[in-house]
């Protein structure tokens, strides 16, 4: 699987952006597809996933602020990033399992200003 993200960007602080994985196969024979964030030097850690059945998981951080979803006729999953703040600066991975396979896509940057 092939997955290709886009969406990111700068933004004001209290702002909104919306990333988008395209994936280069059907994501309904996908288990679970999520988003990543990463700081340099820091781990990367996971801010939200939806699961074939459309169940979701956030981050606490993101919850209320963030929400996932997906479009099974593009084969797309998007992240809706709303009331941006600077702690939410990252680049931001697109990911999905198939066990045992996962997938990445290139991050895409997005950057809050404060």
């Known amino acids: 699987v092939q997955l290709q993200a886009s969406g990111g960007g700068l933004v004001q602080t209290g702002g909104s952006l919306r990333l988008s994985c395209a994936a280069s196969e059907s994501i309904s024979n996908i288990n679970r597809m999520g988003w990543y964030r990463q700081i340099p030097g820091k781990s990367r850690d996971l801010v939200a996933s939806?699961?074939?059945?459309?169940?979701?998981n956030y981050a606490a951080s993101v919850k209320g602020r963030f929400t996932i979803s997906r479009n099974v006729a593009n084969n797309t999953v998007y992240l809706q990033m709303n009331s941006l703040q600077p702690e939410d600066t990252a680049i931001y991975y697109c990911?999905?399992?198939?066990?045992?396979?996962?997938?990445w896509g290139q991050g895409t940057q997005v950057t809050v200003s404060s």
């Open positions: 939806i699961d074939s059945g459309g169940i979701t």
């Open positions: 990911t999905a399992w198939s066990p045992p396979d996962s997938y």
